[in-house]
């Protein structure tokens, strides 16, 4: 029997026997969700990408959607529920994608320390790093009032989700996607010549997501270095059976850091005039003056240092000024990171781990070891701590509570760091191609095993103080390369004759199209074209190409279907929630043939 639960002007219709809100089992309820089913599954697919691409799709959209399922009977108040939950799945999720860092150092010849001390490093980090997030909230959230576009969609698609017709379309896409990947996944696996296509069912299920603005760049600079790879093997710049990608991603990770540089110089000034606005001139959104003290904080981020310094040095026996040099920087980036996600929903890690590799080498550090150890400490302060900021401003949006918020991710910083260790010792026992330093073998065969996020970590330590003429000329073509082109967005994008052409009926939204997809691409897009071989980067060209002739047709159906799409957030088009689905079934798939072969039933 259902029981109405009033709130104010609210009435809800909850089951009788479900919590309510507020209560220790209300939230025992959302913590067991989210720990053991919500962000597992996030973990598991953004570990597998990154294995997989070097790239992962947050975990809030998913969680988002899935925790909406739990919630849905408390009604309009649910909303708070569903945001706890993404919000601890997140923490999980972005723990779980840093699997790669494990690999990285397996690469580098690290010696693995026992598995708990490695759980217990990577919580030490990641507990600075939120407690860094929070104390920088009531900066970026509540006084510059930042956007934080991926917090503002999950913000939308939490309230839109009340709805139970919406809410059943949702997860029938992601269900639609899953049974996809999976499927995929065994073809992939059992039959060769699709196995030896180089299709993966989460690289066209991250190109639906991304949609052929972003991935279509990546394919063509892909498509280039192939065919300059002759021209480089003859000129000494290739070794004979090294792939473009060998060079490339030098190419690729200085134009990241040119175009950061062009955001970051247009953000600083947008900061500024924020921060000057008079109070009526902001946004008028709700504000939650709900935040812990900041001394609390300060005294939180100053014990969490200590205890990374100790574990570092204690147990995995690291020189203390390496690992202080990382926090230092994690001070500042999670600051720099999570202003450019608050305006354009980009989070350059890379650009912040080069920026670390460079600084380590001018001291004088030449230890891949202990440069990968302290760079651990800033990527993952600088991923859980935007994902903190970003939290905030969702929870803002719909009037968290954000001290009850800050809870529940601490408590999923936890899960995620012993899912990062687990996930990167099981894939890398059941896939031992993982464990292959393809940087140092380009001769290895790692078929859909790309690893770029790995292979761009591992090459840029690599060149720690040796970097030979060439590689420094890749590094200063890329840097003069994304910031041109970055310059020259900007330029254009804000002429009113282009804004005016691209928006006329009939050809406008073409031009629009090959000035973002070819003519001036986004670094940040094209990039991924130099971290993966040029099957990946194909599928991944491929996959957009099909949302975006999907999503063009949708619009031009009857009136009343494209109303209803277009009041939806892009995050929630069919296309997108179905790309996320192929994800989770692929990664599933994969870590249950893992697990499988470990326990020898293979």
Not at 90 to 103: D, E, F, N, P, W
Not at 266 to 292: H, K, L, M, N
Request: hydrophobic share 50%; with cysteine.
């Amino acid at each position: 029997m259902d029981a109405p639960l009033t709130r104010g002007d609210e009435t809800q219709v909850r089951f009788a026997w479900m919590p309510r809100p507020g209560t220790l089992a209300f939230h025992l309820m959302l913590a067991a969700v989210a720990l053991l089913v919500l962000g597992p599954l996030g973990g598991i697919a953004a570990a597998y990408m990154n294995f997989t691409l070097g790239v992962f799709v947050p975990g809030q959209i998913l969680a988002g959607i899935l925790g909406s399922i739990v919630t849905y009977p408390y009604g309009a108040q649910g909303r708070h529920g569903a945001n706890y939950m993404q919000t601890m799945a997140a923490s999980v999720a972005s723990l779980g994608a840093m699997a790669v860092l494990i690999q990285a150092a397996v690469w580098l010849g690290m010696e693995m320390p026992p598995t708990w001390q490695l759980i217990l490093f990577i919580t030490c980090v990641g507990m600075f790093g939120v407690g860094l997030g929070m104390l920088y909230t009531p900066v970026l959230v509540d006084r510059m009032r930042l956007d934080y576009p991926s917090g503002y969609a999950v913000a939308n698609i939490i309230r839109a989700l009340t709805d139970k017709t919406l809410l059943k379309r949702s997860v029938r896409s992601l269900g639609t996607g899953a049974g996809l990947g999976a499927i995929g996944g065994w073809l992939i696996d059992r039959v060769a010549w699709i196995g030896a296509s180089g299709l993966s069912m989460s690289n066209m299920g991250a190109g639906l997501i991304v949609g052929s603005r972003i991935a279509i760049p990546a394919s063509i600079f892909a498509l280039a270095g192939w065919l300059l790879s002759p021209w480089l093997r003859s000129n000494g710049w290739l070794g004979e059976n090294e792939p473009f990608r060998r060079l490339g991603f030098l190419v690729g990770l200085a134009s990241i850091l040119g175009a950061a540089v062009v955001d970051l110089a247009v953000i600083a000034r947008q900061t500024v005039a924020r921060v000057r606005a008079p109070e009526g001139e902001v946004r008028d959104e709700p504000s939650d003056p709900r935040g812990f003290p900041t001394r609390m904080l300060v005294l939180w981020v100053l014990f969490w240092a200590a205890a990374v310094v100790l574990v570092a040095t204690g147990l995995m026996h690291q020189p203390a000024r390496y690992i202080l040099f990382g926090l230092g920087l994690s001070i500042l980036f999670v600051f720099i990171n999570g202003i450019s996600t608050g305006v354009s929903d980009q989070n350059p890690i890379s650009s912040a781990f080069v920026v670390s590799v460079l600084l380590m080498s001018a001291m004088g550090l030449r230890n891949p070891v202990v440069a990968i150890t302290a760079a651990t400490v800033l990527l993952i302060c600088s991923s859980v701590g935007v994902d903190m900021q970003q939290d905030r401003s969702t929870g803002w949006r719909l009037g968290t509570d954000r001290r009850v918020q800050f809870w529940y991710q601490i408590l999923g910083i936890g899960m995620g760091a012993v899912l990062c260790v687990v996930l990167a010792r099981v894939f890398m026992s059941a896939y031992p191609v993982l464990a292959v330093n393809s940087f140092d073998h380009p001769e290895a065969k790692v078929g859909q095993w790309q690893s770029a996020m790995t292979y761009k970590f591992v090459g840029a330590i690599r060149g720690l103080g040796h970097l030979p003429v060439h590689q420094l000329a890749a590094l200063e073509i890329g840097f003069a390369l994304g910031l041109i082109i970055e310059v020259l967005r900007k330029l254009v994008r804000a002429s009113a004759r282009y804004r005016a052409l691209v928006t006329r009926p009939g050809a406008g939204p073409a031009v629009g199209w090959v000035t973002d997809s070819v003519l001036l691409p986004s670094p940040y897009a094209y990039a991924f074209g130099t971290f993966v071989e040029l099957p990946t980067a194909l599928w991944w060209g491929a996959g957009g190409i099909v949302s975006s002739v999907w999503n063009t047709l949708g619009r031009r159906s009857g009136p009343a279907d494209r109303a209803a799409t277009d009041e939806l957030p892009a995050d929630m088009s069919t296309t997108s929630l179905v790309g996320g689905g192929l994800i989770a079934g692929e990664s599933l798939f994969y870590l249950a043939m893992a697990l499988i072969g470990l326990a020898g039933l293979v």
